[in-house]
Every structure is written in structure tokens, then in C-alpha cells.
């Protein structure tokens, strides 16, 4: 009597919220409830003892009705502990709730069983993960949003992590599993991969953070720039892995380079206006004041107007090419709209 | 003192007004007329042992070798027979503090060149020596 009052005591002071069902030919009754599975319910004891767990939360909005009703399949079909992983589920968790407060739990069933290896009792634990979950959300998001990620290599055991946010960036799915091997299509060239090999050789010889630029071509066949910081890492003085960050830099190159491009106009209608169009220019206001002098003078050479015709045809020209080249055909300066 | 006076221009039309300008000023009655830099090096390079002095009126932006491209070959050489006008429509002033770092030019000026500009030039510290 005394050991099961312990238990019981035990059972209801555990934080973790837990439920005992009793695993009968109609379903799942719930036996026992502690108090933490009380205050997820915002139910008592007495209002969910011996009642059917399904007709006490008939559905989960956030898994299928599927899922949700063949929730206890595997732990009766593997008769061992199961890890249902993380699942979205409502606070308070009844039929009454408002669907707003929206929680993960981290679900583990534990079998109990008689003599003959049946399953008598299913213990139900929730492990309020969602703290957890959401910043790992928040930072999948960060990564998506600006897209950067995490990598890292195991020198020891060969093999290679990435976060999801390079693996947005490579375009592969999350369950995507990377090796060194595989990780090689997404470079454009046997160089590229030599190129990143040496840069991270040097940086373990050397014990110093490194900087690379990379082209890479995605899963899907887009072409990237990453640049990628990365740093040894070591164990007494043993380098066990290099990790580091990945950004995908593509707009930023494109966005240099359309400001290198706009620079490079202007450039050129600087110098065109102060070689290209001054030449006729200043050749005409010369001539106009050279011609003054002979009117004057009354001796005008006749070709001098053949040169004045001549200049003043020159300068039209180079306002023609001048337009054409920054806004016409060629187009050196591209409006933003386009 | 005689000072041999050469125009680095590929604009004939400035040879022309250029050449009557410098009659009248009283600085050359005959310049040589030279299109872009090679020619002019060429040209200098027969001038140079000679005890006589030039004085160049020198444009930028030139076809095949242009001004900075004669200014810095100037500049190899160590010429010191030489004064150099640098003659352009370029309003830039990177281009002014440019060719005043080049230490044979005496002058920068904008076309179009006026009498005013020569005669300017001409009472130059530089040339006056040379029209006494």
C-alpha cells in the first residue's frame, strides 16, 4: 500500500505532463492524469478519468484525422517506446479550446505490459519543446530571409552537415543528406572544388579563418555565388572539423555589378562630354571668332565655312552617339524598371 | 635664342587656326603640324641633340598615342629642351592636375584658344627669354 501510494505521488509531481491509458478492446481510457497533463487539459482528474482519450479530444487541428486517431499504432505494433517526434498541438488541449495558443510537445509512448507480453497500460509524455521550436523556426527563417546557413565538415569521420538555410540556398530538400562527395555536383568546376580544399587545407595548417568565393551551380540547375567564412576547429590542438557560415551573395555581385556598369557610363559621358563634344564645340566658337576677324576684316576664306559646316556636323554626330550608347541600342544606363 | 614651336593635334581645322594664331601673336610664322603623338616623338627625337629648344603645343585625346602617353615618354626621358602647352577641349580638372604633375608643362589651355592665350603664353617666365 505504501510503495503504491509512492508511485502515485511520484506519477503526479512529475513536470513532465504524462497519462496513464489502460488499452481495452473500445480504445484508450485514461486510468491517471498528473498534474502537469491536468493543466495542459485545463481538465481535472475526475473529468477525464475513465473516459475515453479520443472522445475527450476527438480531433488535432494540426495533423491529420489520420494520424491523429492512429496515434497509438506504433507503440502497439513495436510493443517498445516510441518517439512520435515533435507535434503541434492547442493550450489548452480539450475540445473546448480556441485554437490561438498553439504549443510543441516532444510525444513518447511507453508500453506497459502483462505476463504474457501484452500491452496492458500506454504511458503518454509530453515534453513541452515549444521554446525550442520556435527559435529554431525563427532562425530557419533568418537564414531563408537572408540567405545564409551554417556547414560543417568532420575532418575525423569524413562526413558533412548543413543547416537548412544552405540547403535553401543549394536548392535540395531538407531531408537531403550531404557527403563530401556529393556535395562536389553543386561546384561548376573540379577547380572551384580544388580551389575551396586548398583554401581550407590552409586555413587548419595555419589555424586561421578563412574567406572563399565560390560559383555553384544548384540542384536545380541555378548558377550562385557564395561566399563562405569558415575556421578550424580543434581539440587539443587536434583539428576535429572546419565549420562556418555560407551567404549567397549572387544579388549583392549582380547589384555591384549594375552599379560598376552605371559608373562605368557615367564615366564615359564625363569623358565624352569633356573630349568628345568640347572638340567641335570649342573648334566652332574658334572659327565663329576666327570668321568675325575676317568679316571685319573683309577678307573671308570660303572654307572657312566648309570647316564651321563641318565641325557643327561632327558635334551632331557625337550627341547621336552619346545618346545612342547610354540610353539608345546599346543601353549602358538601364533604367531600374526594366 | 630660337625655339622651334610644333601643334600635336589630330584636328586639321585647329592646325589651321592655331598656325594663324601663333603668326599673329609673333611665336611661330611656321609651326610644325603633327596629328598624334608618334609622329610627334619621331619628330623630337631628330630635335632633341640639337642645341635648339621646342616649345609644344600638345593635345590629350588622340588617336594611335595621345598626350599622356607623349607626356610620360617626355617624362622617361628627362626632357629638358622642351616646354610644353597642353592644348585641349577637356574641362575635367583631374586632367589639369594631371599634366601639371608632368614637370615640362608650363600651361593648360582650354580650347578654343584665344590671341589673348598666346600672347599670354608667350610673356610667360618660361618663354620670355625667347622673344626679347
Redesign the interface.
Known amino acids: 500500500m505504501e510503495r503504491a501510494f509512492e508511485y502515485s505521488q511520484f506519477f503526479k509531481s512529475m513536470r513532465c505532463p504524462s497519462v496513464i491509458l489502460k488499452v481495452t478492446e473500445h480504445g484508450f481510457d485514461v486510468v491517471n492524469a498528473n498534474d502537469g497533463y491536468l493543466a495542459l487539459c485545463a481538465l481535472s482528474l475526475n473529468d477525464i478519468k475513465g473516459k475515453n482519450f479520443f472522445s475527450l479530444f476527438p480531433i488535432n487541428p494540426y495533423i491529420s484525422e489520420d494520424d491523429w486517431l492512429n496515434s497509438f499504432d506504433s507503440v502497439l505494433d513495436q510493443k517498445t517506446e516510441v518517439n512520435l517526434g515533435v507535434r503541434k498541438l492547442v493550450y489548452p488541449l480539450n475540445k473546448d479550446t480556441t485554437f490561438l495558443d498553439v504549443r510543441y510537445y516532444e510525444i513518447h509512448h511507453t508500453p506497459i505490459l502483462d505476463d504474457q507480453g501484452e500491452i496492458i497500460y500506454i504511458i503518454r509524455n509530453l515534453t513541452n519543446v515549444t521554446q525550442r521550436v520556435i527559435l529554431e523556426e525563427l532562425y530557419t527563417d533568418s537564414q531563408k530571409s537572408v540567405q545564409y546557413g551554417n556547414w560543417w565538415i568532420n575532418t575525423q569521420h569524413q562526413t558533412i552537415e548543413l543547416s537548412s538555410g544552405v540547403k535553401d540556398i543549394l536548392e535540395v530538400p531538407d531531408s537531403f543528406k550531404p557527403d563530401l562527395q556529393s556535395t562536389k555536383r553543386f561546384y561548376c568546376s573540379e577547380e572551384e572544388v580544388r580551389s575551396f580544399y586548398d583554401a581550407v587545407n590552409r586555413a587548419v595548417i595555419d589555424k586561421k579563418m578563412f574567406k572563399k568565393l565560390l560559383r555553384i551551380v544548384t540542384a536545380k540547375g541555378n548558377k550562385r555565388w557564395l561566399l563562405l567564412i569558415g575556421q578550424p576547429d580543434f581539440v587539443e590542438g587536434i583539428c576535429i572539423g572546419v565549420r562556418g557560415v555560407a551567404k549567397d551573395v549572387s544579388e549583392k555581385l549582380a547589384y555591384m555589378d549594375k552599379v560598376e556598369n552605371q559608373h562605368n557610363s557615367l564615366k564615359y559621358i ?1 569623358f565624352a562630354q ?2 568628345l563634344v ?2 567641335p ?3 566652332i ?3 565663329v ?2 570668321l568675325k576677324q575676317r568679316f571685319n576684316e573683309g577678307s573671308i576664306e570660303p572654307q572657312l565655312f566648309d ?1 564651321l559646316n ?2 557643327a556636323q561632327e558635334l551632331d554626330a557625337v550627341i547621336h552617339e552619346i545618346i545612342n550608347k547610354t540610353v539608345g541600342e546599346k543601353r549602358l544606363i538601364v533604367d531600374d524598371k526594366d | 635664342m630660337k625655339l622651334n614651336t610644333a601643334i600635336v593635334d589630330d584636328d586639321k581645322i585647329f592646325h589651321f587656326l592655331m598656325a594663324i594664331m601663333l603668326k599673329e601673336a609673333q611665336i611661330s610664322s611656321k609651326p610644325v603640324c603633327l596629328q598624334e603623338g608618334g609622329q610627334f616623338l619621331q619628330w623630337w627625337r631628330t630635335q632633341k641633340n640639337t642645341s635648339e629648344n621646342s616649345l609644344l603645343f600638345l593635345d590629350l585625346n588622340m588617336p594611335f598615342v595621345d598626350g599622356w602617353q607623349v607626356l610620360d615618354e617626355l617624362k622617361n626621358e628627362n626632357a629638358k629642351n622642351i616646354f610644353v602647352v597642353i592644348i585641349t577641349s577637356s574641362i575635367d580638372p583631374k586632367d589639369r592636375k594631371r599634366a601639371e604633375s608632368y614637370p615640362m608643362v608650363i600651361d593648360f589651355m582650354v580650347k578654343p584658344i584665344h590671341l589673348p592665350d598666346l600672347l599670354k603664353i608667350k610673356h610667360s617666365t618660361s618663354l620670355t627669354p625667347y622673344f626679347l
Open positions: 564625363a569633356s573630349h568640347r572638340a564645340l570649342a573648334r566658337l574658334a572659327l571668332v576666327h570647316a563641318h565641325s
